[in-house]
């Protein structure tokens, strides 16, 4: 199975800022990659497909990058609202599999 | 419109087993891949297994081989997932979503393992 690893898990930033999070396979998965964005008691919400594509009605603010085994979703500017979790997710084979997570704190 | 609409939350028993249901509207149901992910309390999501109702051959994680039967219906546009012997560890919030990757995502399902 192909392995996810997100770093960092939990970062805590302040309204405005700039924040890249960073999503590692264990093998490369061209570019099958998405980023969701999940809030408490919700089901996650699709951001970034094919790694870079923006998914309609997600801001433009959202952007990622990356092929192979190496992937980044950046937020260039934080605003209220993005503070939530965030899983990058493989479709390159099966079985599909979801990084542990990484929780956006307000500083 | 596209919504998925799933089945409502469910307490059982450790040993048992649960049936949680995801209705598709919207689409083509049968050409379209659906996937089952898991949320226990505080946790991470966790990929479950996955149907593409046309060929109608589930794709199940290393994990839940042999417990875990995902079906789906054409003449419903429904999808379903079962899971065996349950324990306490399977207590979560379980999803259906569909499209690759997927896009669409049903309400969830809390299903709850006590004795």
């Known amino acids: 199975d192909i392995q996810m690893t997100q770093s960092p898990s939990t970062l805590s930033a302040s309204v405005g800022d700039r924040v890249t999070i960073t999503c590692r396979a264990s093998?490369?998965?061209?570019?099958?990659l998405a980023w969701y964005q999940q809030k408490p008691g919700k089901a996650p919400n699709l951001l970034i497909y094919k790694a870079s594509s923006l998914e309609t009605g997600v801001p433009s603010r959202f952007s990622g990058s990356g092929s192979g085994t190496q992937f980044t979703l950046t937020i260039s500017s934080l605003q209220p609202d993005d503070f939530a979790t965030y899983y990058c997710?493989?479709?390159?084979?099966?079985?599909?599999?979801f990084g542990q997570g990484t929780k956006l704190e307000i500083k | 419109q596209v919504q998925l609409v799933q089945s409502g939350a469910e307490v059982k028993k450790p040993g048992s087993s649960v049936k949680v249901s995801c209705k598709s509207s919207g689409g083509t149901f049968r050409h379209y891949v659906f996937f089952w992910v898991r949320q226990a309390p505080g946790q991470g999501l966790e990929w479950m297994g996955a149907?593409?109702?046309?060929?109608?051959?589930?794709n199940y994680a290393q994990k839940f081989q042999g417990r875990v039967t995902i079906t789906a219906d054409e003449s419903t546009s429904t999808v379903h997932m079962e899971l065996s012997s349950l324990t306490s560890e399977d207590t979560a919030v379980y999803y259906c979503?569909?499209?690759?990757?997927?896009?669409?995502w049903g309400q969830g399902t809390l299903v709850t393992v006590s004795s």
């Open positions: 979503a569909r499209g690759l990757p997927p896009l669409d």
């Open positions: 997710h493989h479709y390159n084979s099966y079985p599909y599999t």
């Open positions: 093998q490369s998965i061209s570019s099958w």
């Open positions: 149907i593409i109702p046309i060929f109608n051959t589930p």
